[in-house]
Nanobody, 115 residues
Framework: QVQLVESGGGLVQPGGSLRLTCATSGFTFSNYAMNWYRQAPGKERELVATITTIGMTNYPDSVKGRFTISRDNAKNTVYLQMNSLKPEDTAVYYC?????????WGQGTQVTVSS
């Protein structure tokens, strides 16, 4: 079965960095684009990074220049490097992929940016 398992969240001060990791299994990882989403309390889930099968990336303006998504097809793993973190980046971060017949999600990892 398809599994996505995030790790690497935690508490960080404003301006700090974190790297999130999503280990996957149960599907041919290299054949699928991968996404990171986040959801803050009281807000809708937001797409924050996409990486295609050939390594093209895309970000919303809110994180562009600060977040970097990458993938290691040999390890079936996708990463999210987050730099210059702001309090408004506080959220639960989810790894995701559209693996038919539906979108798959990890359990999420909490990122809290606070002094």
């Amino acid at each position: 079965q398809v599994q996505l398992v995030e790790s690497g969240g935690g508490l960080v001060q404003p301006g700090g960095s974190l790297r999130l990791t999503c280990a996957t299994s149960g599907f041919t990882f290299s054949n699928y684009a991968m996404n990171w989403y986040r959801q803050a309390p009281g807000k809708e889930r937001e797409l924050v990074a996409t990486i295609t099968t050939i390594g093209m990336t895309n970000y919303p303006d809110s994180v562009k220049g600060r977040f970097t998504i990458s993938r290691d097809n040999a390890k079936n793993t996708v990463y999210l490097q987050m730099n210059s973190l702001k309090p408004e980046d506080t959220a639960v971060y989810y790894c995701s992929a559209w693996v038919p017949p539906n979108r798959r999600w990890g359990q999420g990892t909490q990122v809290t940016v606070s002094s």
